[in-house]
């Protein structure tokens, strides 16, 4: 009778590891190129997908270099999200001639960054622009329809910055780097970048001595650095030009700890107007 039992439990076991074994197999596997995609394409595929970002939490996109892990997660997932355009040269030489590599960009002309810097990718950074990609996301996990809530969500943040940014003293904002066209065309603001698409370009000494002359001359009273990025030329140019800083987040990735903290695409995005607003003098 025990033995009975025993293998009785056993066989109950063994059906339930082969069930969840299927269950795992159905799950569309997608690869993000970084966080923004990841955490879309998370709310719009819910538990049926099994999402892998590319990017380590707390690092740049620009410079990802593929391990052979990431190459082989390229290989065999069913979809690989990404943004072409240049923005991530490592990841589109990986994905070229894929069938299941899905460029989000494709299709559309990007914003110019400001003072010559190249293309802008960073669309994600306007909701209404984003919500775009979202729709694109839906379509390339073969159901449309799943994105309409998120759509929703972010068409509801982009009123929240119209009116939010409507009504400031200055219209300025300086930043660390060239990755806020996007967000300044959408709500009627001006972009001085200190450098340009990549974070890591430095201004020359005597160029540097001209981004402090603007800043002063544009009465900014804000140089914006990012949270993944070292601050110090934000801080140089702050300090010469008599302003502060304050930290506004492009969302390329998230740190381990804000992810831990529970933040996201949104709660960094509603952060990130809060602190246009203080520094802009909006009302």
């Not at 990025?229 to 800083?245: F, H, I, K, Q």
Request: hydrophobic fraction near 45%; include cysteine; proline fraction near 4%.
């Amino acid at each position: 009778m025990a033995r009975a039992l025993v293998l009785a439990c056993l066989a109950v076991l063994l059906a339930g590891c082969r069930g969840g074994e299927s269950a795992s197999s159905e799950r569309t596997t997608v690869v993000a190129a970084f966080y923004p995609l990841a955490w879309a394409a998370e709310r719009i595929g819910g538990e049926g997908l099994e999402v892998v970002n590319l990017t380590p939490a707390g690092s740049e996109p620009h410079d990802l270099e593929l391990s052979a892990r990431d190459v082989q997660r390229v290989r065999e997932a069913d979809v690989v999200l990404y943004l072409g355009a240049g923005f991530m040269p490592a990841l589109e030489d990986a994905v070229e001639g894929r069938e299941n590599a899905v460029d989000l960009l494709a299709g559309q002309t990007l914003l110019e960054a400001e003072g010559g810097a190249g293309r802008d990718p960073h669309v994600w950074l306007d909701p209404s622009r984003f919500a775009e990609l979202a729709r694109r996301i839906g379509e390339a996990l073969g159901d449309p329809a799943a994105a309409d809530g998120l759509v929703r969500e972010l068409e509801a943040l982009d009123a929240d910055f119209r009116a939010g940014l409507a009504d400031c003293e200055r219209h300025e904002i300086v930043t660390s780097h060239a990755a806020f066209a996007y967000l300044a065309a959408a709500y009627d603001l001006e972009q001085i970048a200190l450098s340009g698409i990549s974070p890591e370009a430095e201004p020359s000494p005597r160029a540097l001595e001209a981004l402090v002359e603007e800043v002063r001359e544009h009465g900014a009273t804000t140089v914006f650095f990012e949270t993944l990025v070292s601050p110090r030329l934000a801080e140089t140019v702050a300090r010469e030009a008599g302003a502060v800083t304050a930290a506004l987040d492009p969302l390329e990735g998230l740190s381990a700890d804000a992810l831990a903290a529970g933040d996201d695409y949104r709660s960094v995005m509603r952060d990130n107007l809060e602190t246009l607003r203080g520094a802009l003098g909006c009302t």
